[in-house]
């Protein structure tokens, strides 16, 4: 019945975003709240360590020659850091680039499971099949299409370098000092074969745990087309279900990854 209730959900909030005519005291998505999911892109956002990190530079600020005020930055950045999304391309030879994604895949209903528990204690925690299966004996099935959402806690230690990502070391050398959760690769392929989901976010820097050294997560989920999100937020003020979640990538063509906006709904009768 949760399932059911999932995916109706997903059908009436599409349907509600892209076309149902409404007039303006009665938004489609109306009796709830949005809860932004995105961290701030900033000189402290977190990036890989062998990564670029955010730039923004002053092209202009100030009045004019005519007499009127007007500002313009330019940025620069990688593509993997802060809140983003992965393509399949990332891992996977042959596969989508950013702006050959289906919008479809970007949204959806949302689950959302809770290990911060077991994150917290162990920084090397790796979410288990268990895990998930675990979720399903308190709330339903997980349904296909939906983006599974793994809590970790680890939004709390944001920007702190240390505690976040266990170094705030560059380069190669950090590499080898990152310690935090991640998701197990059994757990990823059973996501992907076993329930279809559409992606997979949490709020750590990479879906696989800091000490992987063969991306393994990661090749499961992009050799399966499933979208990976990092480096999500808020990921506390949503329930186990119920949400519906939108994630717009920038439309980077041949893009491996793109910064994100990432939102979701959460309706008024929700419950925590």
């Given at each position: 019945?949760?399932?059911?209730?999932?995916?109706?959900?997903?059908?009436?909030?599409?349907?509600?975003?892209?076309?149902?005519?409404?007039?303006?005291?009665?938004?489609?998505?109306?009796?709830?709240?949005?809860?932004?999911?995105?961290?701030?892109?900033?000189?402290?956002?977190?990036?890989?360590?062998?990564?670029?990190?955010?730039?923004?530079?002053?092209?202009?600020?100030?009045?004019?020659?005519?007499?009127?005020?007007?500002?313009?930055?330019?940025?620069?950045?990688?593509?993997?850091?802060?809140?983003?999304l992965d393509a399949p391309i990332h891992f996977a030879e042959g596969h989508r680039t950013i702006?050959?994604?289906?919008?479809?895949?970007?949204?959806?209903?949302?689950?959302?499971?809770?290990?911060?528990?077991?994150?917290?204690?162990?920084?090397?925690?790796?979410?288990?099949?268990?895990?998930?299966?675990?979720?399903?004996?308190?709330?339903?099935?997980?349904?296909?299409?939906?983006?599974?959402?793994?809590?970790?806690?680890?939004?709390?230690?944001?920007?702190?370098?240390?505690?976040?990502l266990g170094t705030t070391e560059k380069g190669l050398q950090g590499v080898d000092h990152l310690?935090?959760?991640?998701?197990?690769?059994?757990?990823?392929?059973?996501?992907?074969?076993?329930?279809?989901?559409?992606?997979?976010?949490?709020?750590?820097?990479?879906?696989?745990?800091?000490?992987?050294?063969?991306?393994?997560?990661?090749?499961?989920?992009?050799?399966?087309?499933?979208?990976?999100?990092?480096?999500?937020?808020?990921?506390?003020?949503?329930?186990?279900?119920?949400?519906?979640?939108?994630?717009?990538?920038?439309?980077?063509?041949?893009?491996?990854?793109?910064?994100?906006?990432?939102?979701?709904?959460?309706?008024?009768?929700?419950?925590?």
């Amino acid at each position: 019945m949760k399932t059911r209730s999932l995916r109706c959900l997903s059908i009436l909030l599409s349907t509600a975003l892209f076309g149902l005519a409404c007039s303006a005291e009665t938004p489609p998505f109306a009796n709830g709240r949005w809860i932004d999911l995105t961290q701030e892109y900033s000189s402290d956002t977190i990036y890989w360590p062998t990564a670029s990190g955010f730039v923004l530079e002053k092209e202009f600020r100030g009045m004019t020659p005519k007499g009127y005020f007007y500002t313009a930055n330019r940025y620069s950045a990688s593509e993997h850091g802060g809140t983003h999304l992965d393509a399949p391309i990332h891992f996977a030879e042959g596969h989508r680039t950013i702006e050959q994604l289906s919008l479809d895949q970007f949204m959806g209903a949302a689950v959302v499971v809770d290990v911060s528990p077991k994150a917290l204690k162990d920084p090397d925690y790796q979410i288990a099949v268990v895990d998930l299966k675990a979720w399903e004996s308190a709330h339903g099935r997980i349904p296909r299409g939906a983006i599974v959402l793994l809590r970790t806690g680890y939004a709390q230690y944001w920007p702190d370098a240390k505690k976040y990502l266990g170094t705030t070391e560059k380069g190669l050398q950090g590499v080898d000092h990152l310690h935090f959760p991640g998701l197990h690769p059994d757990a990823a392929r059973w996501l992907a074969n076993e329930r279809a989901v559409k992606a997979v976010g949490l709020d750590t820097a990479s879906i696989d745990y800091g000490q992987s050294k063969l991306f393994e997560t990661h090749r499961v989920l992009c050799g399966s087309d499933v979208l990976a999100l990092e480096n999500l937020t808020a990921l506390d003020k949503l329930p186990p279900t119920g949400a519906y979640v939108i994630a717009l990538p920038m439309k980077i063509k041949g893009g491996s990854g793109s910064p994100l906006r990432m939102i979701a709904w959460v309706p008024a009768n929700s419950t925590k």
